[in-house]
T-cell receptor
Framework: KNQVEQSPQSLIILEGKNCTLQCNYTVSPFSNLRWYKQDTGRGPVSLTIMTFSENTKSNGRYTATLDADTKQSSLHITASQLSDSASYICVATNQGGKLIFGQGTELSVKP | GAVVSQHPSWVICKSGTSVKIECRSLDFQATTMFWYRQFPKQSLMLMATSNEGSKATYEQGVEKDKFLINHASLTLSTLTVTSAHPEDSSFYIC??????????????FGPGTRLTVT
């Protein structure tokens, strides 16, 4: 069964701190892995997209990693800011182009 | 970057009425567009896939006669919620796939439409 699981479900950190969000997927045949940021009441915004041959991808303070062998991905946020408070969604795409969404990690950055 | 717009951004309607939501790709052509529904604290749920010039494909459990989808051009898809009921209240998000994206299947999401049925 195609599935994406994220952990933790929610996370509270202090401004300026780093954090890492985890994602495990069982999607076959696998095409790519995406991380999205979704602010409350807004649509998801793409942060990174990685194919199976890519191990890491950065976008500013966001760095995503992918281990296609263990089917795991992580999103590392460096020097967090208050504006990083959002839901972070891991999405695996199969080779037919279907997106399988994780439940998201709710990140709250406190001053 | 690629931009997808939705209109309206929020709408309140009375039970029994119909509501139309528009989704436009502003700077690229989208052969395929997708409609999602999102309830509070939950992830996006795919409702249907629409391809320009053909009938939409609905996910299991989604009533095609209730959620009418029209994808009349390469930049516009519409979702009409017919005879809306309070349980249809939700956040509706569209996404558009860039026709030139190839195997990356890049999708760009709209900002969403908040529907409240009273």
């Amino acid at each position: 069964k195609n599935q994406v699981e994220q952990s933790p479900q929610s996370l509270i950190i202090l401004e300026g701190k780093n954090c890492t969000l985890q994602c495990n997927y069982t999607v076959s045949p696998f095409s790519n892995l995406r991380w999205y940021k979704q602010d409350t009441g807004r649509g998801p915004v793409s942060l990174t997209i990685m194919t199976f041959s890519e191990n890491t991808k950065s976008n500013g303070r966001y760095t995503a990693t992918l281990d296609a062998d263990t089917k795991q991905s992580s999103l590392h946020i460096t020097a967090s800011q208050l504006s990083d408070s959002a839901s972070y969604i891991c999405v695996a795409t199969n080779q037919g182009g279907k997106l399988i969404f994780g439940q998201g990690t709710e990140l709250s950055v406190k001053p | 970057g690629a931009v997808v717009s939705q209109h309206p951004s929020w709408v309140i309607c009375k039970s029994g009425t119909s509501v139309k939501i528009e989704c436009r790709s502003l700077d690229f052509q989208a052969t395929t567009m997708f409609w999602y529904r999102q309830f509070p604290k939950q992830s996006l749920m795919l409702m249907a896939t629409s391809n320009e010039g053909s009938k939409a494909t609905y996910e299991q459990g989604v009533e095609k006669d209730k959620f009418l989808i029209n994808h009349a051009s390469l930049t516009l898809s519409t979702l009409t919620v017919t005879s809306a009921h309070p349980e249809d209240s939700s956040f509706y998000i569209c996404s558009a796939r860039d026709s030139l994206a190839g195997l990356r299947y890049e999708q760009y999401f709209g900002p969403g439409t908040r529907l409240t049925v009273t």
